[in-house]
Protein backbone atom coordinates (compact mmCIF):
# COMPACT_ATOMS: atom_id res chain seq x y z
CA UNK A 1 0.00 0.00 0.00
CA UNK A 2 1.68 3.76 -0.73
CA UNK A 3 1.81 5.59 1.98
CA UNK A 4 1.35 9.24 1.26
CA UNK A 5 2.64 12.40 2.99
CA UNK A 6 1.32 13.07 6.41
CA UNK A 7 1.40 14.25 10.05
CA UNK A 8 1.55 12.10 12.67
CA UNK A 9 -1.37 10.49 13.78
CA UNK A 10 -0.70 10.46 17.58
CA UNK A 11 -0.02 14.46 17.07
CA UNK A 12 -3.27 14.98 15.33
CA UNK A 13 -2.78 13.98 11.99
CA UNK A 14 -3.70 15.59 8.99
CA UNK A 15 -2.36 16.25 5.41
CA UNK A 16 -0.01 18.96 4.56
CA UNK A 17 -1.18 21.78 2.31
CA UNK A 18 0.30 22.70 -0.80
CA UNK A 19 3.83 21.24 -1.22
CA UNK A 20 5.71 23.18 -3.61
CA UNK A 21 8.88 21.45 -4.71
CA UNK A 22 11.77 22.89 -6.45
CA UNK A 23 14.92 21.73 -8.35
CA UNK A 24 16.82 21.36 -4.85
CA UNK A 25 14.02 20.11 -2.61
CA UNK A 26 10.54 17.80 -2.45
CA UNK A 27 9.09 21.05 -0.14
CA UNK A 28 8.31 18.27 2.78
CA UNK A 29 10.69 19.30 4.93
CA UNK A 30 9.41 22.76 4.38
CA UNK A 31 5.89 21.80 4.95
CA UNK A 32 7.00 19.89 8.22
CA UNK A 33 8.25 23.33 9.70
CA UNK A 34 5.53 25.54 8.33
CA UNK A 35 3.45 22.36 10.37
CA UNK A 36 5.38 22.94 13.20
CA UNK A 37 5.02 26.35 14.32
CA UNK A 38 1.83 26.59 13.03
CA UNK A 39 -0.57 29.14 15.84
CA UNK A 40 -2.90 26.17 15.72
CA UNK A 41 -0.22 23.63 16.64
CA UNK A 42 -0.28 24.29 20.52
CA UNK A 43 2.08 21.44 21.86
CA UNK A 44 5.17 23.02 19.87
CA UNK A 45 4.58 26.31 22.10
CA UNK A 46 3.98 23.97 25.22
CA UNK A 47 7.23 22.52 24.52
CA UNK A 48 9.51 25.95 24.20
CA UNK A 49 7.51 27.88 27.10
CA UNK A 50 8.43 25.04 29.39
CA UNK A 51 12.30 24.66 28.32
CA UNK A 52 12.39 28.76 28.46
CA UNK A 53 10.30 28.13 32.16
CA UNK A 54 13.39 25.54 32.95
CA UNK A 55 16.13 27.22 32.22
CA UNK A 56 15.09 30.06 34.72
CA UNK A 57 14.24 27.66 37.55
CA UNK A 58 15.69 24.85 37.37
CA UNK A 59 12.96 22.22 36.21
CA UNK A 60 10.33 22.95 34.10
CA UNK A 61 6.45 23.07 34.62
CA UNK A 62 6.79 19.67 33.28
CA UNK A 63 9.92 17.91 34.63
CA UNK A 64 10.53 15.87 31.83
CA UNK A 65 11.24 18.17 29.28
CA UNK A 66 11.53 15.54 26.55
CA UNK A 67 8.83 13.25 26.98
CA UNK A 68 5.22 15.17 27.04
CA UNK A 69 3.64 12.09 26.81
CA UNK A 70 2.15 9.02 28.83
CA UNK A 71 6.36 8.06 30.01
CA UNK A 72 6.89 11.76 31.19
CA UNK A 73 6.02 12.89 34.48
CA UNK A 74 2.62 15.35 34.35
CA UNK A 75 2.64 19.13 34.56
CA UNK A 76 3.38 20.55 37.99
CA UNK A 77 0.87 24.19 37.40
CA UNK A 78 -1.14 22.72 34.21
CA UNK A 79 -2.67 26.12 33.86
CA UNK A 80 0.46 27.86 34.03
CA UNK A 81 1.40 26.00 31.31
CA UNK A 82 -1.33 26.41 29.08
CA UNK A 83 -1.37 30.01 29.78
CA UNK A 84 2.33 31.02 28.96
CA UNK A 85 1.67 29.08 25.59
CA UNK A 86 -1.09 31.33 24.83
CA UNK A 87 1.00 33.81 25.81
CA UNK A 88 4.45 32.50 23.51
CA UNK A 89 1.48 33.08 20.28
CA UNK A 90 0.02 35.99 20.94
CA UNK A 91 3.25 37.68 21.39
CA UNK A 92 4.58 36.43 17.95
CA UNK A 93 6.48 33.48 19.18
CA UNK A 94 9.34 35.66 20.48
CA UNK A 95 11.54 33.90 22.57
CA UNK A 96 12.97 37.09 24.14
CA UNK A 97 9.18 38.01 25.11
CA UNK A 98 8.89 35.25 27.17
CA UNK A 99 12.17 35.57 28.63
CA UNK A 100 11.23 38.86 29.69
CA UNK A 101 7.51 37.81 30.89
CA UNK A 102 9.28 35.39 33.11
CA UNK A 103 11.75 37.50 34.49
CA UNK A 104 9.72 39.94 35.84
CA UNK A 105 7.06 38.05 37.19
CA UNK A 106 6.84 37.63 40.83
CA UNK A 107 7.91 34.53 41.01
CA UNK A 108 10.94 35.11 39.26
CA UNK A 109 11.76 38.21 41.72
CA UNK A 110 10.91 36.28 44.94
CA UNK A 111 13.57 36.03 47.79
CA UNK A 112 15.86 32.74 47.53
CA UNK A 113 15.02 32.51 50.66
CA UNK A 114 11.72 31.08 52.21
CA UNK A 115 9.93 33.98 54.09
CA UNK A 116 7.62 32.66 57.31
CA UNK A 117 6.37 29.36 57.38
CA UNK A 118 6.68 28.70 53.68
CA UNK A 119 8.82 25.82 54.22
CA UNK A 120 7.01 24.11 56.30
CA UNK A 121 3.57 24.47 54.05
CA UNK A 122 5.67 24.46 51.03
CA UNK A 123 9.19 21.85 51.91
CA UNK A 124 9.52 20.79 48.31
CA UNK A 125 8.90 24.15 47.33
CA UNK A 126 6.03 23.00 44.62
CA UNK A 127 4.62 26.23 44.32
CA UNK A 128 7.27 28.41 44.31
CA UNK A 129 7.16 29.79 47.41
CA UNK A 130 11.04 30.85 47.41
CA UNK A 131 13.24 31.19 44.17
CA UNK A 132 14.72 27.87 44.07
CA UNK A 133 18.23 29.34 44.15
CA UNK A 134 20.13 28.10 40.75
CA UNK A 135 23.71 27.73 39.52
CA UNK A 136 24.80 29.13 36.20
CA UNK A 137 25.44 26.74 33.77
CA UNK A 138 29.08 26.59 32.59
CA UNK A 139 28.35 28.49 29.53
CA UNK A 140 26.63 31.32 31.44
CA UNK A 141 29.55 31.02 34.00
CA UNK A 142 32.68 31.52 31.84
CA UNK A 143 30.60 34.66 29.62
CA UNK A 144 30.08 35.95 33.34
CA UNK A 145 33.93 36.29 34.14
CA UNK A 146 34.64 37.70 30.63
CA UNK A 147 32.08 40.19 31.18
CA UNK A 148 32.93 41.29 34.65
CA UNK A 149 36.24 42.20 33.27
CA UNK A 150 35.05 43.81 30.36
CA UNK A 151 36.89 41.64 28.05
CA UNK A 152 33.91 39.95 26.25
CA UNK A 153 33.23 39.80 22.92
CA UNK A 154 30.05 39.74 21.48
CA UNK A 155 30.48 39.49 17.99
CA UNK A 156 27.90 37.01 16.48
CA UNK A 157 28.11 34.49 13.82
CA UNK A 158 31.36 32.77 12.12
CA UNK A 159 33.44 29.82 12.88
CA UNK A 160 34.31 28.25 15.94
CA UNK A 161 37.05 29.68 18.66
CA UNK A 162 39.37 28.03 20.31
CA UNK A 163 40.43 29.13 23.31
CA UNK A 164 43.35 28.87 25.04
CA UNK A 165 43.84 24.75 26.30
CA UNK A 166 46.07 23.82 29.02
CA UNK A 167 49.56 22.11 27.64
CA UNK A 168 48.31 19.10 30.39
CA UNK A 169 44.94 18.45 28.59
CA UNK A 170 46.90 18.84 24.90
CA UNK A 171 48.94 16.48 26.10
CA UNK A 172 46.23 13.70 26.34
CA UNK A 173 45.79 13.94 22.93
CA UNK A 174 47.73 11.45 20.14
CA UNK A 175 48.47 14.88 18.44
CA UNK A 176 49.10 17.41 20.83
CA UNK A 177 50.66 19.92 18.43
CA UNK A 178 47.84 19.31 16.03
CA UNK A 179 44.84 18.54 18.20
CA UNK A 180 43.38 21.96 19.12
CA UNK A 181 43.27 25.26 17.21
CA UNK A 182 44.55 28.81 17.51
CA UNK A 183 42.28 32.43 17.78
CA UNK A 184 43.66 35.23 18.63
CA UNK A 185 42.49 36.46 22.24
CA UNK A 186 40.26 39.14 21.37
CA UNK A 187 38.48 35.98 19.56
CA UNK A 188 39.19 33.61 22.48
CA UNK A 189 37.02 35.86 24.50
CA UNK A 190 33.89 34.92 22.30
CA UNK A 191 30.78 33.45 24.01
CA UNK A 192 30.82 30.12 24.81
CA UNK A 193 28.26 29.02 22.39
CA UNK A 194 31.11 29.36 19.78
CA UNK A 195 33.50 27.50 21.00
CA UNK A 196 34.64 24.52 19.33
CA UNK A 197 33.54 21.13 20.82
CA UNK A 198 35.93 18.17 20.12
CA UNK A 199 34.31 15.12 22.36
CA UNK A 200 37.69 13.83 22.76
CA UNK A 201 39.23 16.76 24.02
CA UNK A 202 36.73 19.33 25.71
CA UNK A 203 36.97 22.53 27.56
CA UNK A 204 37.94 21.90 31.27
CA UNK A 205 36.14 25.01 32.55
CA UNK A 206 33.37 23.60 31.12
CA UNK A 207 33.49 19.91 31.89
CA UNK A 208 34.15 20.76 35.48
CA UNK A 209 30.40 22.66 35.65
CA UNK A 210 28.49 19.98 34.24
CA UNK A 211 28.56 20.67 30.02
CA UNK A 212 26.22 19.05 28.53
CA UNK A 213 26.48 15.68 27.32
CA UNK A 214 27.88 15.81 23.37
CA UNK A 215 27.56 12.52 22.58
CA UNK A 216 23.47 12.86 22.71
CA UNK A 217 20.24 14.91 23.46
CA UNK A 218 20.76 16.80 26.80
CA UNK A 219 16.94 17.47 28.27
CA UNK A 220 18.02 18.35 31.79
CA UNK A 221 21.47 19.67 32.84
CA UNK A 222 22.66 17.36 35.48
CA UNK A 223 24.36 20.06 38.52
CA UNK A 224 26.86 18.46 40.51
CA UNK A 225 29.19 19.72 43.61
CA UNK A 226 32.29 18.46 43.64
CA UNK A 227 36.02 19.23 44.58
CA UNK A 228 37.11 19.99 41.19
CA UNK A 229 35.40 22.43 40.58
CA UNK A 230 36.39 24.97 43.97
CA UNK A 231 40.28 23.84 42.77
CA UNK A 232 39.47 25.31 39.01
CA UNK A 233 37.89 28.50 40.36
CA UNK A 234 40.77 29.06 42.62
CA UNK A 235 44.07 27.32 40.89
CA UNK A 236 43.12 27.33 36.91
CA UNK A 237 45.46 29.64 34.83
CA UNK A 238 41.56 30.68 33.13
CA UNK A 239 40.26 31.91 36.29
CA UNK A 240 43.50 33.70 37.40
CA UNK A 241 43.92 35.54 34.21
CA UNK A 242 39.97 36.84 34.75
CA UNK A 243 41.20 37.55 38.00
CA UNK A 244 44.21 39.55 36.66
CA UNK A 245 42.25 41.33 33.89
CA UNK A 246 39.36 42.21 36.55
CA UNK A 247 42.14 43.97 38.56
CA UNK A 248 43.66 45.30 35.49
CA UNK A 249 40.37 47.51 34.57
CA UNK A 250 39.80 48.38 38.50
CA UNK A 251 42.98 49.88 38.62
CA UNK A 252 42.06 51.16 34.95
CA UNK A 253 38.96 53.19 36.42
CA UNK A 254 39.69 53.92 39.60
CA UNK A 255 42.53 55.39 41.88
CA UNK A 256 42.06 54.35 45.51
CA UNK A 257 42.21 51.18 47.12
CA UNK A 258 38.59 51.63 48.57
CA UNK A 259 37.52 52.50 45.44
CA UNK A 260 39.11 49.14 44.24
CA UNK A 261 37.41 47.15 46.46
CA UNK A 262 33.53 49.10 45.91
CA UNK A 263 34.17 49.14 42.40
CA UNK A 264 35.03 45.41 42.39
CA UNK A 265 31.85 44.34 44.56
CA UNK A 266 29.46 46.45 42.09
CA UNK A 267 31.22 44.61 39.12
CA UNK A 268 30.81 41.23 40.40
CA UNK A 269 27.71 41.37 42.27
CA UNK A 270 25.58 44.08 39.80
CA UNK A 271 24.70 45.72 43.44
CA UNK A 272 26.57 48.25 45.80
CA UNK A 273 28.65 47.79 47.96
CA UNK A 274 27.58 48.09 51.63
CA UNK A 275 30.43 49.60 54.34
CA UNK A 276 31.29 46.64 56.40
CA UNK A 277 32.07 44.17 53.17
CA UNK A 278 34.41 47.52 51.61
CA UNK A 279 36.05 47.61 55.34
CA UNK A 280 36.65 43.48 55.15
CA UNK A 281 38.11 43.98 51.88
CA UNK A 282 40.51 46.71 53.14
CA UNK A 283 41.57 44.50 55.37
CA UNK A 284 41.92 41.87 53.31
CA UNK A 285 44.55 43.57 51.06
CA UNK A 286 46.29 44.86 54.31
CA UNK A 287 46.63 41.30 55.11
CA UNK A 288 48.24 39.75 52.25
CA UNK A 289 50.69 43.06 51.80
CA UNK A 290 51.81 43.01 55.54
CA UNK A 291 51.19 39.09 56.29
CA UNK A 292 51.88 37.11 52.90
CA UNK A 293 54.38 40.29 51.45
CA UNK A 294 52.34 40.64 47.76
CA UNK A 295 52.83 43.86 46.12
CA UNK A 296 49.74 46.02 46.25
CA UNK A 297 49.44 44.82 42.37
CA UNK A 298 49.46 41.06 42.64
CA UNK A 299 46.90 41.60 46.31
CA UNK A 300 44.37 43.28 43.79
CA UNK A 301 44.75 39.89 41.72
CA UNK A 302 43.96 37.73 44.78
CA UNK A 303 41.26 39.78 45.76
CA UNK A 304 39.80 39.95 42.59
CA UNK A 305 39.87 36.07 42.26
CA UNK A 306 38.00 35.81 45.82
CA UNK A 307 35.05 38.05 44.00
CA UNK A 308 34.68 35.55 41.14
CA UNK A 309 34.16 32.99 43.20
CA UNK A 310 31.89 34.08 45.98
CA UNK A 311 28.40 32.33 45.49
CA UNK A 312 26.91 35.31 44.68
CA UNK A 313 28.65 35.61 41.83
CA UNK A 314 28.02 31.66 40.46
CA UNK A 315 24.61 31.72 41.98
CA UNK A 316 21.27 32.86 40.63
CA UNK A 317 19.19 34.30 43.91
Not at 244 to 252: G, T
Request: charged letters at 20%.
Amino acid sequence: EVVEVGFPGMLGGGEPGSIQPTDESSGRRLALARWIIDPDNIRTSRVIVNRIWQHHFGTGLVPTPNDFGMLGLPPTHPELLDWLACEFIERGMSIKEMHRLIMTSKAYRRSGSPVGDARSRDPLNAVLSWYPMKRLTAEELRDSLLSVNGTLNLELGGPSIYPKMPAEVLATSSRPDAAWGNSTPEQAARRSVYIHLKRSLLDPMLTAFDLADTDSTCPVRFVTSQPTQALTMLNSEFLNTQAHLLADRLRAEYSSSEEHVRGGIEMALCRPANVTEVQQGLLLLDEFQEADGLDPGLALDRYCLLLLNLNEFIYVD
